[in-house]
């Protein structure tokens, strides 16, 4: 299994920025696909994008459509989140997953996700 840390979180103005990134361990990055998921205070973890272990393949939830992108840098073992336009409801503790199966996991309980980072807080303020 690999290693996650994520960062980038922070306090930030509706309609602003901020971009999330997942450093990954391990020399077998390119095998793993890899996702983002949150948990707003209350509410049951969600999943908000994945792209595959190429790169070539993304996935997003339909409230984040058009205003986040993940991408990967498997030259740094890193997969990032850049969020724009956001919200108040973008509110939530935010998780980076690794999955070892060449496919786009949704599903938060998913025996598929082989590994979980620590997550990192982005608070959204109006």
């Known amino acids: 299994q690999v290693q996650l840390v994520e960062s980038g979180g922070g306090l930030v103005q509706a309609g602003g920025s901020l971009r999330l990134s997942c450093a990954a361990s391990?020399?077998?990055?390119?095998?793993?696909?890899m996702g983002w998921f949150r948990q707003a205070p209350g509410k049951e973890r969600e999943f908000v994008a994945a792209?595959?272990?190429?790169?070539?393949?993304?996935f997003y939830t339909d409230s984040v459509k058009g205003r986040f992108t993940i991408s990967r840098d498997s030259a740094k073992n890193t997969v990032h989140l850049q969020m724009n336009s956001l919200k108040p409801e973008d509110t939530a503790v935010y998780y980076c997953?690794?999955?070892?199966?060449?496919?786009?996991?949704?599903?938060?309980?998913?025996?598929?996700?082989?590994?979980w980072g620590q997550g990192t807080q982005v608070t959204v303020f109006s």
């Open positions: 997953t690794a999955t070892a199966a060449p496919v786009l996991v949704v599903n938060p309980s998913s025996a598929e996700i082989g590994s």
């Open positions: 792209i595959t272990g190429s790169g070539d393949n993304t």
């Open positions: 391990g020399r077998t990055f390119r095998d793993y696909a």
